[in-house]
């Protein structure tokens, strides 16, 4: 598979605010009225899949279609839009570039370049396809987390630094639009629950497979059973396995109670009868978005007590597989090099389940 059979965003392509923010009814109402009647501000920080046209020369040969899709969280996109159309207490923001620009759910690198050569000697020392610790330096990874190639490195100090500046150039069009829109939302849905009391809560939506990718492009490697997801979603604040503070110096980014009823607001709206569906931080704790809004939330503590305004962040990392159904996933196990077609059913009755989830969670608090 050669480059003209990816995805690409078309050279000069700049997103804007209004494109990537998504609310109920916009013909009628306002972004300033969706905040008010808000509560749930969403963002999808790897839902992007098409890659800048300004970047295609840097993708590795060895890409395909299959490998370019399943290094993002695309499913999340669709589910996340239409669950914005039918919810009037959610608005939503949609990172329209992939990861590989720059992943938005890592701290931003004070010194790209520098971590960026740091994961390319990781992954030269590691050796080609073969596993390598990227902790520290992945937020624009040179493999996907099967190891398989994305980028095409220069050899010449003065190409790495065309590769990097290409990287900076490009995300400015689309992945910053999306961190300052979403900064930008946060801060005026904080605003008004300030000024108003009631709750806001930044819920930063993912997907995972269970299982990682062959040469052969069969998503079908189960992953070790500590990795693995539960079968409908894992919401993460931090915490240990009952949402409770495990690390005083990481403490949650939303109430351990809160967090609980959440869960079972989920297994209620997505109709699950076996508890262990919907799991609290496991695998994965949360990452940077919630962590960023955590601290920010923890800051304004006293403020916000005395405002009347219950402040939370929590990151939900579905697994893929079931996003996507069964039959889609049946594809994705066998070798192959494209991605699967969506099913617009399925997105909608995610969607609504999501909206299912959200609303017991409001009704129970």
Known sequence: MSAKDLDFIPAGTVYTAEQITHFADP???????????????VSTPHSGAAIPEELAEFISPELTRRLQYDFTDVATAAIVKRWAEIDPRIVAVVNPHPRLVRDPNRPKPAD?????????????????WNPVDLSGVDAIRPVTF?????????SSDAGLQRLVDAFAEAAEQGLGVYERTRDALTEQFVAHGLANGGTFTRLSFHDTMNTT?????????ARASKDQLPSVVALSNRGDALGEERDPQDPPTMQPAAIQRLAEAHREGFEVNDPGSVQLNKPYLGSQEIRADGARFRALSADAAAAGLQLGAVQAEFLREFLLGAAATAILHEPGTDWIVEDPEHIDAIAHACKRSWDAFRDAS
Request: glycine residues 6%; without cysteine.
């Open 27 to 41: 013909d009628t109402r306002n972004l300033e009225q969706a905040i008010v009647e808000a509560d749930l501000l």
């Open 146 to 154: 099967s190891f398989f190639p994305i980028l095409q490195i220069p």
């Open 213 to 221: 990718t062959t040469r052969e492009g069969a998503v079908n490697v």
């Open 112 to 128: 790209v370049r520098g971590d960026l050569k740091a994961a390319i000697e990781r992954v030269r020392a590691a050796g080609a």
